[in-house]
């Protein structure tokens, strides 16, 4: 991935964020960490008090721990942790290369005998997770402490931005399939990993595709990714909810006993209560800033696939 890919994508006009997300990336990871962390503590703070997903992230933080526990602090600790997810991100080159990094993770995973079962199973191996404190950071510990493993990645544009958030990724160890665009669809790619006895990594509660199954979250109707429960269905393969958040200056990351498998709904519905019993142990770690219940999405929004039993 070179600046002149970037530039290239800027001249087409398609926008200026290639250029200031890899600006920024570069800038990021040299600066001091104490630096680091007060420029974006401090842009964390300006945006919990004026930025334009505020209104969303207390609709959404509200079904977790009640409107009336939506406090400022809240909203301010949970832009911060946000901030902090991309201020790591923009680091992580420089995390990663920490040579006491991978004990460290590895130290603090908890249901470490349940991920071991299901290695040692052969029958492939299954980890969904929501969009909580560093993800990327629970992907660098499974790779130190099993090996690669295939996950499905939102593609973003410019198709600059994309790639290098890829290539580094890859270097680190992770099989990155995009969720558009690439040469075989990310299901039969990952099926065929499943089938081989690996190891697949899927963000889970956002529904991309407008395709998921009618599923209660906190107490109201959402449709969630079919994804993790349809391959475990088809392949026979482990099924885990993993959990990530921040302990202090360090990660947390646990992962659950094996999930039954029996139909879809219920399957995706066993998911949705456990996001939803890790995330309101760490709700300020929750980085969902977008409609995500359809009550908040538009009237013409709505599942295709059936409903998630009780």
């Not at 901030?83 to 603090?108: H, K, N, Q, T």
């Not at 660098?140 to 996950?151: D, N």
């Not at 269905?233 to 659950?256: I, K, R, Y």
Request: overall charge negative; hydrophobic content about 40%.
């Amino acid at each position: 991935m070179s600046m002149r890919e970037v530039l290239r994508d800027v001249l087409r006009g398609e926008n200026l964020s290639a250029l200031g997300y890899l600006a920024g990336w570069r800038l990021v990871r040299v600066l001091p960490l104490p630096v680091a962390r007060r420029l974006f503590d401090a842009g964390a703070d300006l945006a919990s008090r004026r930025g334009t997903g505020m209104p969303m992230l207390r609709a959404n933080l509200a079904r977790v721990v009640g409107a009336d526990n939506v406090t400022d602090q809240l909203i301010r600790e949970a832009t911060r942790s946000y901030a902090r997810y991309w201020m790591e991100a923009f680091r992580l080159p420089s995390i990663a290369g920490d040579p006491d990094l991978s004990r460290v993770l590895i130290e603090g995973l908890v249901g470490r005998e349940h991920l071991d079962a299901s290695l040692e199973s052969g029958r492939g191996v299954i980890l969904t997770l929501p969009h909580t404190g560093n993800w990327d950071m629970a992907g660098v510990l499974l790779v130190a402490y099993h090996g690669q493993f295939t996950t499905v990645a939102e593609r973003v544009r410019p198709e600059a931005l994309f790639n290098a958030f890829v290539e580094f990724r890859e270097s680190l160890g992770f099989e990155v399939i995009p969720h558009t665009g690439g040469d075989t669809p990310p299901y039969e790619r990952l099926k065929a990993v499943l089938e081989s006895g690996g190891v697949v990594c899927l963000l889970g509660e956002r529904d991309l595709r407008h395709t998921g199954v009618r599923t209660t979250f906190f107490g109201e109707e959402t449709s969630m990714p079919a994804g993790p429960a349809r391959l475990a269905m088809e392949t026979g393969a482990c099924l885990h909810v993993v959990h990530s958040w921040f302990e202090g200056e360090q990660w947390g990351v646990s992962v659950s006993p094996e999930l039954e498998v029996d139909t879809l709904s219920g399957t995706v519905q066993r998911i949705a209560n456990l996001f939803a019993t890790n995330i309101q142990e760490h709700p300020a770690d929750w980085h969902m800033l977008q409609p995500l219940w359809f009550s908040d999405l538009d009237p013409g929004r709505g599942p295709n696939g059936p409903r998630a039993e009780d």
